[in-house]
């Protein structure tokens, strides 16, 4: 990759490693959910009936994992929509891209929160925590585009448009949107999670039309 | 990769990064497996005699982890020989890719739940979790191939015969084959878990002739 | 990757997918290792010393990491070296590679085996796991090599004379020597762990020299 | 890969298969970080305040997961500034490579000390046992650079005036630094702490800036 034509400007590099570092990154944080689960263990004798109820009262930590699945997934796909466009990277998009990382595994984390407290007296709580992260998720992703179009010679050619119109979804959907969501949610917190889920559908049908 | 030509058509792009991605699934998948391995805490005094006893009363997490870890390869094989056939993605393809990984990371789980529960009286509603698991997966497959071959060009030049033959063998033999097994689990666990077992010795055969 | 070039003759892929996907197998299985790391407990006052004793009382745990972390980095740079000879593979390869894999990721149990039942009357019953867990290893790496070279223009070309020197190291030194180290380890723990590691040095040595 | 171009000289190999390896390992050490956040559990009721008390309470574990996130983070940038020089290996080099990937999974590990005991009197101990981590982690990366020029053909060409200078930071400036962290650790481990992150800004500085 880097190996075979040596760099030409000192500090940009290509971004195939990039790319195979940050899918090991995706990809386990995809995998680890699944640790999660936990067996069911029937109390008293084990049956059919007791094995079904075991496993219908985890229902919220199914729900927990494949609500985290895809919502890491969808960020893997506007990842790789992203650095699609990009060709070279340099340190300052590396530790952007670290920091975006950051949250790609934290995502777990709030997700698990919610699932376990939402029943409870603490769903704004977890709600706020929960829409918190999707904000910083947002800057992170803004900062990314932001490093990659600034130093203009990072991008594929005649990609600086495609990336400005990303850019806008990040910081005039994205962030805007979220910050609502977690300023709605010590008060409303299902609105909050609608708030989020509809985003997510928008992030794959932007992603699915062009 | 992606980087070197720049995009051509909007909305499609190597496969690369997505086969990257999945490998990476794949293999955190089949290696987090061996997380379910304890080691055997003999009872009262330490002696080699124990320690074998010990070991061999994991038998049934041991049989969990050799079944599970081989079940991931094969549909990595799969996997593998169906991407052989594609050139390109798009988000729909990537989505449909995504479920069919959600699958891979899902199977120890149901693994774990035959190993636990077999000589139980739930033995029945344990396969039925398991054998159902892997109608989804055949779906999923079917989704992935379906999406592929739907927008032609997706496809490498002179594939579409083989990948409409990978079509019928999911649609045709294992979808119909895994419902079976899900329908009579629950009267018959053990025969639901020889059409698995025959399923993937024909998915092993299937691809070593090809 | 396979995707520029349509493949030629069906049934044969080129391997880096093949090397992608078991380099994940590789790194995780190494990095895994880490989770068996415990902090120390120290128990009463929390002062310098305790914490000290604390840590010097995991000495096993840090072994068998260190230890396993090895042994998979020397098993990794065989493998490396071995797929550096070959340039397709077909579905048998594939599936010896799996059961090679199978055991890579394997590889930490019987290490954590040996580190907790090293000092007590089971010495001998967690060599003979141990090594016998190598003599298996042993036969997955020859059966990667001889479907390698049976199917002869999977390979290199002008790399079937180091290919088949690999295979003689195998079952000429590997296979043998692994066996009588699981053979007297009942007897002689001792000897058969010095065995081990006396190959690994070997392994090392003959990647370095040549 | 490996595999296009059959090997000119014996003994050296392309640099492909050993970057993905090696950001396997980073990606994952990464990754399972956050296996160690744990969800809050409030006592008593469950309302919003306890809930918000229990996430305060975990502030050392979170710190730890930022800061071992950001450290193996700098160590994959150093790794790709490292290794964009190098375009071929020996087993030398693989091996010395696989010593720092050692370090690379062992670096939770004391930061998770350090959280847990900074505010006991244990703090030189712990502080002691981390700064201690990065001058052997020093030393690998010293040697990595050390196998790379010594087999100057290993070098991308041109190369070897900035790997000198790479190697000068390491022995120069890493190494005596940490050594000094390491050494006033029991007496000052704020200062011992104060150290290593003054190296790191530095780090990320001197990767910005070429």
New interface residues.
């Given amino acids: ?4 034509n ?2 030409e400007s ?2 940009e ?23 999660e ?1 936990q ?1 069911p263990k ?1 109390s008293a ?4 009936a ?3 109820q075991g ?1 219908a009262n985890l229902w919220p930590s199914y729900f927990a994992f ?1 609500t985290s ?2 919502t890491v ?1 969808i960020m ?2 506007n990842h ?1 929509g992203i ?2 466009l ?2 070279r990277t ?3 998009l ?2 952007a891209n ?1 920091f975006l ?2 949250l790609v ?2 995502v ?2 709030p997700t ?2 919610v699932a ?2 939402l029943k ?3 769903a ?3 709600c706020t ?1 929960y829409s918190g992260t999707f904000v910083i998720a947002s800057i992170a992703y803004t900062l990314v585009l932001v490093f990659a179009s600034s130093g203009g010679h990072l991008l ?4 600086s448009r ?1 990336v400005k119109r990303k850019l806008r979804d990040c910081y005039l959907v994205g962030l805007p949107l979220y910050t609502l969501a977690t300023a709605v949610a ?1 008060f409303i917190p299902a609105l909050s999670l609608l708030i989020c889920s509809g985003l997510w559908i928008y992030w ?1 049908f932007a ?4």
């Fill in positions: 990759m880097t190996v075979s040596p760099p000192p500090g590099k290509e971004t195939g490693r990039l790319e195979a570092f940050s899918d090991g990154v995706f990809s386990i944080a995809m995998t680890l959910l699944v640790l689960l067996l029937p004798p084990t049956t059919a007791s094995v079904w496993l494949v699945f895809f997934l893997w796909v790789h650095f699609r990009i060709r340099n340190a300052r590396m530790f670290g990382l950051l595994t934290v777990p984390f698990a929160l376990t407290y409870t007296p603490a704004g709580a977890v925590v594929v050619p005649n990609s495609e010590s794959c992603s699915v039309e062009r």
